[in-house]
């Protein structure tokens, strides 16, 4: 064999290791992506949700707005929405248990999902991104490797509506329409009942709650918390007769924290003779306000849910998911009322006026009351 064969000879078998050689790097890289859900068929997700179902125009399409995102990014990930159709807790956890098996991440936004912690022990290899509840302990058990739990401040997207209420309403009678009083929707109607009593002590508003008799709340502990609840998310005939209740006592701003129930109190306020308005809630719901060439909706006290979720994926498929229950604030912008130009009606000293409470709310000098954190709304830090 001459120099030259011998030489090309040692290229060749060079270049035939360096192909195994990255060809098994190749495998093991694969393997790991396999393992934190970067593969070539992607994440597997499914949403499970309230009877409102993922198009609601509001809290459950947030969530799937978040998914849908995600996959933007990662084509190759698929998602499969489900719509539980009673709202009932153990029911609720029924229908994840019915797919779980199916699927690598399970999203369950709603507080009736806290009892899918019992499905988590049992489906280690499974991931579970819960939203509006902290899962519910399992013997002694209560931190899930496998279940991200992300609650909002409610209460300060509320506290922001609250104000905006007090400050632009002609009539000084605001109020709140509520679904069910889960800890979320008290803590919408806490914080929305502490921003109208900031307005009235620090702006010299005189601005009344409005509450309808027989629509009070009783949350999970038991207790009175008042209000105008409709019982159901997904009531809007309820809703029309709850808005229009309140609409006859004077009421010219309405937070809506209904849901889909919530579509009804939108209802009797486009079909109002009297100019009302409402506040949105969740989601920026200004297009769902649109009443011919008017516009009902004043701003909306929304959770950036979507971004969260997103985020929550990301860490599946980059290996840092971390199992836990978070509670999301203004300080990592998860909080806030809308206030893009075109997005609200609301006037320039508003605005101002919000801009301020915003970063007092986010350093902590401002802690609106909660459903459980100690205060009420007549008196809390910062009042």
Same mark, same amino acid.
């Given at each position: 064999?001459?120099?030259?064969?011998?030489?090309?000879?040692?290229?060749?078998? %060079?270049?035939?290791?360096?192909?195994?050689?990255?060809?098994?790097?190749?495998?093991?890289?694969?393997?790991?992506?396999?393992?934190?859900?970067?593969?070539?068929?992607?994440?597997?997700? !499914? #949403?499970?949700?309230?009877?409102?179902?993922?198009?609601?125009?509001?809290?459950?399409?947030?969530?799937?707005?978040?998914?849908?995102?995600?996959?933007?990014?990662? +084509?190759?990930?698929?998602?499969?929405?489900? $719509?539980?159709?009673?709202?009932?807790?153990? !029911?609720?956890?029924?229908?994840?248990?019915?797919?779980?098996?199916?699927?690598?991440?399970?999203?369950?936004?709603?507080?009736?999902?806290?009892?899918?912690?019992?499905?988590?022990?049992?489906?280690?290899?499974?991931?579970?991104?819960?939203?509006?509840?902290?899962?519910?302990?399992?013997?002694?058990?209560?931190?899930?490797?496998?279940?991200?739990?992300?609650?909002?401040?409610?209460?300060?997207?509320?506290?922001?509506?609250?104000? @905006?209420?007090?400050?632009?309403?002609?009539?000084? $009678?605001?109020?709140?329409?509520?679904? %069910?009083?889960? +800890?979320?929707?008290?803590?919408?109607?806490? /914080?929305?009942?502490?921003?109208?009593?900031?307005?009235? @002590?620090?702006?010299?508003?005189?601005?009344?709650?409005?509450?309808?008799?027989?629509?009070?709340?009783?949350?999970?502990? /038991?207790?009175?918390?008042?209000?105008?609840?409709?019982?159901?998310?997904?009531?809007?005939?309820?809703?029309?007769?709850?808005?229009?209740?309140?609409?006859?006592?004077?009421?010219?701003?309405?937070?809506?924290?209904?849901?889909?129930? /919530?579509?009804?109190?939108?209802?009797?306020?486009?079909?109002?003779?009297?100019?009302?308005?409402? #506040?949105?809630?969740?989601?920026?719901?200004?297009?769902?306000?649109?009443?011919?060439?008017?516009?009902?909706?004043?701003?909306?006290?929304?959770?950036?849910?979507?971004?969260?979720?997103?985020?929550?994926?990301?860490?599946?498929?980059?290996?840092?998911?971390?199992?836990?229950?978070?509670?999301?604030?203004?300080?990592?912008?998860?909080?806030?009322?809308?206030?893009?130009?075109?997005?609200?009606?609301?006037?320039?000293?508003?605005?101002?006026?919000?801009?301020?409470?915003?970063?007092?709310?986010?350093?902590?000098?401002?802690? +609106?009351?909660?459903?459980?954190?100690?205060?009420?709304?007549? $008196?809390?830090?910062?009042?």
């Amino acid at each position: 064999m001459g120099k030259n064969t011998k030489k090309l000879a040692m290229i060749l078998f %060079i270049a035939f290791m360096t192909a195994v050689l990255a060809a098994c790097g190749n495998d093991s890289a694969n393997e790991n992506a396999a393992e934190a859900g970067t593969g070539e068929e992607g994440l597997k997700i !499914a #949403i499970v949700t309230s009877p409102s179902g993922v198009d609601d125009g509001n809290f459950n399409e947030d969530n799937y707005n978040g998914i849908l995102s995600f996959i933007e990014n990662h +084509p190759t990930a698929t998602v499969k929405a489900v $719509k539980e159709e009673t709202g009932d807790p153990a !029911a609720a956890v029924q229908a994840v248990a019915d797919i779980v098996a199916d699927y690598d991440v399970i999203v369950t936004p709603g507080f009736q999902f806290a009892g899918i912690s019992s499905l988590a022990v049992e489906n280690p290899d499974k991931k579970f991104i819960l939203n509006d509840s902290e899962p519910a302990p399992v013997g002694d058990q209560k931190d899930f490797d496998n279940i991200y739990a992300m609650n909002f401040a409610e209460q300060e997207s509320g506290f922001f509506a609250g104000m @905006a209420a007090a400050l632009e309403t002609k009539s000084n $009678k605001v109020a709140v329409v509520n679904g %069910i009083a889960y +800890p979320s929707n008290v803590n919408y109607q806490f /914080g929305f009942e502490s921003g109208v009593n900031y307005a009235n @002590a620090v702006f010299g508003k005189n601005v009344e709650v409005v509450e309808l008799s027989g629509y009070s709340g009783t949350d999970v502990n /038991g207790a009175d918390v008042g209000g105008n609840y409709a019982g159901s998310f997904a009531d809007p005939a309820k809703g029309k007769v709850v808005g229009n209740a309140l609409i006859e006592k004077g009421v010219d701003i309405i937070f809506v924290a209904a849901g889909g129930t /919530g579509n009804g109190v939108f209802t009797a306020v486009k079909e109002a003779k009297d100019d009302v308005k409402v #506040i949105g809630v969740d989601v920026d719901q200004y297009d769902e306000g649109v009443n011919g060439s008017e516009n009902i909706v004043l701003t909306s006290g929304v959770k950036f849910m979507a971004m969260n979720i997103e985020k929550a994926l990301n860490s599946i498929v980059d290996g840092s998911f971390k199992g836990g229950n978070a509670v999301l604030h203004a300080d990592t912008d998860s909080t806030g009322f809308i206030k893009e130009e075109g997005r609200h009606q609301l006037s320039e000293d508003t605005l101002s006026k919000l801009n301020e409470a915003y970063e007092l709310v986010k350093d902590g000098t401002i802690v +609106p009351a909660s459903n459980f954190n100690g205060h009420t709304p007549e $008196k809390f830090p910062g009042l």
